[in-house]
């Protein structure tokens, strides 16, 4: 199994961690607020708790802050994270969710794999999947990297968590699953009263 850090203390980085240790992964949650920190610890029952700033002991970090707050996040772990396979789940959308705050011709992901060092390995992933979702239903988890062998290592941990991979191509996809997500709002605000998409449902076999 793998070696799971957490970066982010919400509703996601909850459902993650849930998730990540019925899987019989090793976790560890990072956030600046150390008692809330070690309250989702103790919840989820065998994760560690991490200290901000300190070198996430994971192999692979989850980003689950705010889209505007992990360029920074990223930037202050900087050389902690060579070598790490970065989780991008975030979305960067407007306050209204009617559209996306990154350069035209770029995606979360990649803004984040440009302030990442040398060495660390950016791969999309989660970020269409409601935190209620994933904490208790099957569903499917795009993902989107440049690097075969990294994807074949964040597919790994997808399936222990009892998720299923697919694989959309290169980081630049990750813009494709970011307006799917922007969609999935839009479907929310105007027609669809549930969060169940992508439940598994693929025609792919």
Avoid: C, W
């Avoid at 919840?43 to 802050?65: C, D, F, K, M, S």
């Avoid at 989780?87 to 440009?114: H, K, Q, Y």
């Amino acid at each position: 199994m793998s070696s799971i850090s957490i970066i982010g203390l919400g509703n996601m980085a909850s459902a993650l961690a849930h998730r990540a240790i019925a899987g019989g992964n090793a976790v560890e949650v990072i956030g600046r607020d150390q008692t809330k920190a070690k309250e989702l610890a103790a919840a989820v029952g065998g994760a560690a708790v991490g200290t901000p700033g300190l070198a996430p002991v994971g192999e692979i970090v989850i980003l689950a802050v705010p889209y505007a707050s992990a360029a920074a996040v990223v930037s202050e772990y900087r050389d902690a994270l060579h070598g790490k396979v970065i989780i991008d789940i975030t979305n960067p959308m407007t306050s209204d969710f009617t559209g996306l705050v990154t350069p035209e011709g770029s995606s979360a992901a990649e803004e984040i794999a440009r302030v990442a060092p040398a060495g660390a390995h950016v791969v999309k992933a989660f970020n269409t999947l409601f935190a209620n979702v994933l904490a208790d239903s099957p569903a499917d988890v795009f993902i989107a990297g440049d690097d075969a062998a990294v994807k074949g290592r964040v597919s790994a941990f997808i399936k222990s968590l009892g998720l299923r991979p697919l694989d959309t191509g290169q980081l630049p996809m990750a813009r494709a699953l970011e307006n799917a997500a922007l969609l999935q709002m839009g479907l929310l605000a105007h027609s669809v009263q549930h969060t169940n998409f992508f439940l598994g449902v693929s025609l792919l076999s």
